[in-house]
Nanobody, 114 residues
Framework: QVRLVQSGGGLVQAGGSLRLSCAAS????????SGWYRQAPGTQRELVAT???????NYADSVKGRFTVSRDDAKNTVYLQMNTLKPEDTAVYYC????????WGQGTQVTVSS
């Protein structure tokens, strides 16, 4: 059974930083792709950032230059470093992994106050 357990998140002022972590019960090196999505109230879940097995990264235009996705295979953990946060980044953030099928973390709230 694959489990993704998220930590981090919370309330921060605009311009601040947060780091999200996603600890996996399996090797992150086995993940075809892993990363982060978010969902704000009344909107669809959207891609934030992904990292492939080979280390290639992909970002939503809205977070490029501010967010960084990374992976520590020794700890089986995927991270999302979020800098220069904006109120429009407020959402529930979900860790995601594709290991022949899709798996999701439990979600964590990020709230950015203006």
């Amino acid at each position: 059974q694959v489990r993704l357990v998220q930590s981090g998140g919370g309330l921060v002022q605009a311009g601040g930083s947060l780091r999200l972590s996603c600890a996996a019960s399996v090797s992150t090196a086995s993940m075809i792709v892993s990363g982060w999505y978010r969902q704000a109230p009344g909107t669809q879940r959207e891609l934030v950032a992904t990292i492939s097995r080979g280390g290639s990264t992909n970002y939503a235009d809205s977070v490029k230059g501010r967010f960084t996705v990374s992976r520590d295979d020794a700890k089986n953990t995927v991270y999302l470093q979020m800098n220069t946060l904006k109120p429009e980044d407020t959402a529930v953030y979900y860790c995601h992994a594709n290991i022949l099928r899709e798996y999701w973390g439990q979600g964590t709230q990020v709230t950015v106050s203006s």
